[in-house]
C-alpha cells in the first residue's frame, strides 16, 4: 500500500541553525502539505502547495520557512534561522483526487536547543 | 482568528456503546470538515469527511453536520477498545485547515 515517508524521523538542531525536513509523498497525489504539532498540542496547519506552487499558508509560515517540490517527488520544508519554539512534530501530507485518498507520514521530531 | 472547539475529554464508553464526540467552529465560510483519529505518538489518520448539512456514514462511523449551528460530531457504534484514541476535528476553507484540540476517547472493556 503506498504511504507517505518522512526523513530524518528525529532531527536534533541549534538554535539558529538551518534544517531542512523531507518527505516523499504518495506519487500520484496532487495536494500536499505541511502541518505540526508542539508537544501536547493541537495540530497547526503550516502551508499548502499544489501545481509546484503554495496554494495557501498560516500566520506561522513566515519568512522563515519555505517549501519546495525540486524533483517531482520530494517535498521539503525548510526552516532557515531555527528557533527554541520551533521544537515540535511536523507532518507532511498528501492528497489525490478525493478527500478521502489523504493520509500522513509518520512525522519528524525537530529539537532546537 | 478561526477558532475550533472540542471537549478535551477523557470521554470513556463502555466497549459496544455509542460514543459521541463534538465540534463547533467560528467560521461560517467554512466548506470542509474533517475527522481524524490519532493514537499516542502516531499521525493522524483521516476517518470521516464531510460537506453538506446531515449525516454520513462509513462503517460504524457517522458524521453530523450542521451547518447553521456551526457544529459537526462523530458517532462512533459498536466502540471497541482499538478505538480508544484522540479524535481531531479540522476544518477547512479551501486548502486552509484549522484544527481543534482533539477530544481523548477511551473505550473500556
Known amino acids: 500500500e503506498p504511504e507517505v515517508t518522512q526523513t530524518p524521523s528525529h532531527q536534533v538542531t541549534q538554535m539558529g541553525q538551518e534544517v531542512i525536513l523531507r518527505c516523499v509523498p504518495i506519487?500520484?497525489?496532487?495536494?500536499f502539505y505541511w502541518y505540526r504539532q508542539i508537544l501536547g498540542q493541537k495540530v497547526e496547519f503550516l502551508v499548502s502547495?499544489?501545481?509546484?506552487?503554495?496554494?495557501?499558508k498560516s500566520e506561522i509560515f513566515d519568512d522563515q520557512f519555505s517549501v519546495e517540490r525540486p524533483d517531482g517527488s520530494n517535498f521539503t520544508l525548510k526552516i532557515r534561522s531555527t528557533k527554541l519554539e520551533d521544537s515540535a512534530m511536523y507532518f507532511c501530507a498528501s492528497m489525490g483526487q478525493a478527500p478521502n485518498e489523504q493520509f500522513f507520514g509518520p512525522g519528524t521530531r525537530l529539537t532546537v536547543l | 482568528q478561526k477558532e475550533v472547539e472540542q471537549n478535551s475529554g477523557p470521554l470513556s464508553v463502555p466497549e459496544g456503546a455509542i460514543a459521541s464526540l463534538n465540534c463547533t467552529y467560528s467560521d461560517r465560510g467554512s466548506q470542509s470538515f474533517f475527522w481524524y483519529r490519532q493514537y499516542s505518538g502516531k499521525s493522524p489518520e483521516l476517518i470521516m469527511f464531510?460537506?453538506?448539512?446531515g449525516d454520513k456514514e462509513d462503517g460504524r462511523f457517522t458524521a453530523q453536520l450542521n451547518k447553521a449551528s456551526q457544529y459537526v460530531s462523530l458517532l462512533i457504534r459498536d466502540s471497541q477498545p482499538s478505538d480508544s484514541a484522540t479524535y481531531l476535528c479540522a476544518v477547512g476553507d479551501g486548502q486552509n485547515f484549522v484544527f481543534g484540540p482533539g477530544t481523548r476517547l477511551s473505550v473500556l472493556p
Open positions: 502547495f499544489y501545481n509546484n506552487e503554495i496554494s495557501e
Open positions: 464531510i460537506y453538506s448539512n
Open positions: 506519487s500520484n497525489h496532487l495536494y
